[in-house]
């Protein structure tokens, strides 16, 4: 080990076979010996490293050069050393926007969930039937008690799916679903919404045309007002609604284009007024029939009968 005291040392490889690069320099020599013609300075010699301190090379510096032009200090050298080269290093990914949304694969295909035991089609209809049989073994079962059963539990589907789909779902997904998305999810359920409607407004017609409501005023108006509703459900679940399906589906194709020219521009334009226009009818349509379903319910509580 090799230990040094004094100014700011700076240390030179020589090699170990070079020759000193002053004649009259000694190979070695303690720390009380100074060789001649050298300014008086720390020196620490080592067979292979020779350090020399800054402060005397300063000095040495400002010495001036004798008549043939060399300097009266000798000339120390340092080894040459090779360039440090950095490892190469991979270019970073760029950076995405801070507000850029992300690709959503709405082309991804496969189960969601396999479907529990409790809602397969088979268990769900045998549980209505279990329950329309437990209650049905503990009284009479007579025609007309079997079509007010279909009565109110068509009008229960009417209404329930009415208010759900309306208040509920539409708006919930409206609101958190990206706009194409929400309106590609709509157009699968709105035929299946209208269907259902349709189907549970017809039964409810029919059963109560059988139980004898054109007996009375109040009967008479519930028939038309059911009939009224079926009808608007009829035109928006074949007319209405395709015609809304495909003006979207039209704006959509337009607005995924690459680029836009004017035109397209436009036509963006104009199909957004269409649709607007066969959207508000379907809504309206659709307004209507709910406020007949309400009001009927009125009409089948002024039916019941409490007990004293």
Request: charged residues 10%; contains cysteine.
């Amino acid at each position: 080990m090799l230990a040094c005291s004094g100014a700011p040392m700076r240390i030179s490889l020589v090699a170990k076979s070079r020759p000193a690069t002053a004649p009259h320099l000694p190979s070695r020599y303690d720390k009380d010996s100074v060789p001649s013609g050298l300014p008086s300075r720390r020196v620490c010699v080592s067979p292979f490293i020779r350090i020399r301190s800054v402060a005397s090379d300063a000095a040495a510096a400002t010495q001036p050069n004798d008549t043939n032009g060399s300097s009266s200090t000798p000339a120390v050298t340092a080894a040459p050393t090779s360039p440090v080269v950095a490892p190469p290093s991979a270019a970073p990914p760029p950076a995405a926007p801070a507000n850029a949304t992300p690709k959503v694969n709405e082309n991804f295909s496969g189960e969601m969930l396999k479907p529990s035991i409790f809602n397969t089609p088979f268990v769900r209809a045998a549980s209505v039937l279990g329950a329309v049989t437990a209650v049905a073994g503990s009284t009479l079962l007579l025609p007309n008690t079997f079509g007010a059963f279909l009565h109110v539990t068509s009008y229960a589907v009417l209404l329930g799916t009415q208010l759900w789909n309306t208040f509920f779902v539409g708006i919930t997904m409206f609101k958190n679903l990206p706009r194409q998305t929400f309106g590609k999810v709509q157009s699968k359920l709105f035929p299946q919404y209208f269907a259902l409607t349709t189907g549970a407004n017809l039964l409810a017609l029919v059963t109560l045309a059988l139980a004898g409501a054109t007996a009375t005023s109040a009967g008479v108006r519930a028939l038309v007002a059911l009939g009224v509703s079926l009808v608007g459900l009829l035109v928006n679940w074949l007319a209405i609604e395709p015609i809304c399906t495909d003006l979207m589906f039209q704006r959509y194709d337009i607005e995924n284009l690459p680029e836009k020219t004017e035109a397209d521009k436009e036509r963006i334009a104009t199909l957004y007024k269409q649709f607007g226009k066969w959207h508000g009818m379907s809504s309206l349509v659709n307004l209507v029939s709910f406020c007949v379903a309400v009001g009927h319910g009125w009409f089948l509580a002024s039916l019941l009968v409490v007990a004293a």
